[in-house]
């Protein structure tokens, strides 16, 4: 394991994992933003993190500089990181994954990270995605799954999330990690949540809520999501007034706003805002008259 740095000795016990990669089936970075929820509200604890050097290319994915409290400079290198948590009532812990997708020597990279895996134990797989689809941001994000353990996927099955994949192509690493998984006998469940195909830029917390519902429900967690639904909430009403904004400052608005000068920026923003707000106002009251 030269490419793991561990910080803590890991437990042995831990039979469950679950993974989320940025990049390929991240649409709306739904399954790492759904991780980095788990992370907190699991308050789980740094176990290991994989040595970037010899898995990414730094021109396609860049380290990034921070400023500390005190105003020093430091270089945030790309993670892939493993947490650890362990429950007080004796119940079996997670260990839980997540990293992007690396540009070298996947192959390497999917065994460090399963190396790890089997030395905590793990005898099974969560994999969490997102892809773009052709669903509406007005309808709940739907989350369909396929498992290779036959108790899980009855259980798919039973609450109509069962859905066995004929896809045929390109693929990315939480697929080479599966695969290798299966052939050193670990089972595996790959959840996959739809993100609307035309916010591909945008996060995408109302998919993230539905891939952390169904993950709680498959592995009896109590997880406290009412921050995700203000998040989804605030995503909402940001699409709303952009909508109404865009209705309410039409092509022709802003010609005649350059014909006749342009305005202060905070002044237009202010303006457009108003007349969005006020246009949503009224079909909030409308709709409860």
């Not at 907190?40 to 290991?48: G, M």
Request: proline share 7%.
């Amino acid at each position: 394991m030269d490419a793991v740095e561990f910080h803590r000795e890991p437990p042995s016990t831990v039979p469950t994992m679950v993974t989320a990669f940025g990049g390929w089936i991240d649409a709306g970075e739904a399954a790492t933003g759904a991780m980095r929820y788990l992370v907190r509200q699991l308050s789980a604890v740094p176990l290991a993190s994989i040595d970037p050097e010899d898995f990414f290319d730094f021109t396609q994915v860049r380290p990034v500089v921070r400023l500390t409290a005190e105003g020093e400079r430091t270089i945030r290198w790309p993670r892939s990181a493993f947490w650890i948590w362990q429950p007080p009532e004796g119940r079996a812990g997670l260990l839980l994954f997540r990293g992007l997708e690396p540009q070298r020597r996947w192959r390497a990279y999917a065994t460090a990270l399963l190396d790890v895996a089997a030395r905590c134990g793990v005898t099974r797989i969560v994999s969490l995605g997102a892809l773009l689809a052709a669903v509406p941001h007005t309808r709940p994000p739907r989350v369909t799954g396929s498992s290779t353990d036959p108790t899980w996927h009855a259980q798919l099955e039973a609450w109509g999330m069962s859905r066995r994949s004929r896809y045929e192509g390109p693929t990315g690493i939480a697929s080479v990690v599966l695969d290798a998984a299966r052939r050193r006998g670990m089972a595996s469940l790959t959840l996959m949540g739809q993100a609307p195909h035309y916010l591909q830029r945008v996060t995408n917390p109302a998919v993230s809520r539905a891939l952390l519902t169904a993950v709680t429900r498959l592995l009896d967690l109590e997880l406290d999501v009412v921050w995700l639904k203000y998040c989804v909430a605030s995503r909402c009403l940001s699409m709303i007034v952009a909508e109404q904004a865009t209705k309410a400052c039409p092509p022709h608005h802003w010609a005649r706003l350059a014909t006749n000068g342009p305005l202060p920026r905070d002044q237009l923003v202010i303006e457009t805002l108003m007349i969005a707000l006020g246009m949503i106002m009224g079909q909030v009251l409308m709709d409860h008259v």
